[in-house]
């Protein structure tokens, strides 16, 4: 019945129209390419084989991760109970990357000189500083088993170039 339903419907067109039946290979020879395939995986040396990680993404899920903390941090000082349940799944998000090896360095209070692997955002004049110091991370720097794959961008504070060095 099944068959003549199906002839029945082709029938209605125009035979340019009629779509032609499927045609399926051999359910042997499928069975035989599939156990072919488990074959040559089961052959290779799947031990030392790294997954292939999209170095973009991943240091955007960590920049992103490294905010959130951030955020939290702000919220965790208004003694939020959800912000605490947050904070540990992030930390825990934290602890999974780093046995990973997956390392995200901000740059906040560190001290700043010309030969640090860093994109400058913006310079400001701070009297207070003794030194050119990082205020501000915008970006933080991510490495993959030691190698960069993100650099830091930041905001760097100079000492007040106005003022003058007094000799003794």
Do not use: C
């Amino acid at each position: 019945m099944n068959r003549w339903t199906t002839w029945r419907g082709q029938r209605r067109y125009h035979r340019e129209f009629r779509i032609a039946a499927p045609q399926w290979p051999d359910p042997v020879s499928l069975t035989g390419l599939i156990e072919q395939q488990l074959s040559s995986l089961s052959a290779k040396d799947t031990t030392d084989a790294k997954p292939a990680l999209d170095e973009k993404e991943l240091a955007d899920a960590a920049t992103n991760l490294w905010r959130a903390q951030r955020r939290l941090t702000r919220l965790a000082e208004e003694d939020s109970r959800e912000a605490k349940r947050v904070g540990r799944y992030l930390q825990a998000t934290q602890r999974a990357l780093d046995e990973a090896g997956l390392m995200i360095q901000d740059h906040d209070g560190t001290e700043f000189y010309p030969g640090l692997s860093l994109e400058v955002m913006a310079l400001q004049q701070d009297p207070a500083l003794r030194h050119d110091t990082v205020l501000e991370t915008v970006r933080p720097s991510v490495y993959l088993a030691g190698r960069r794959i993100q650099m830091g961008q930041v905001i760097v504070g100079r000492p007040d170039s106005t003022m003058e060095v007094t000799g003794a």
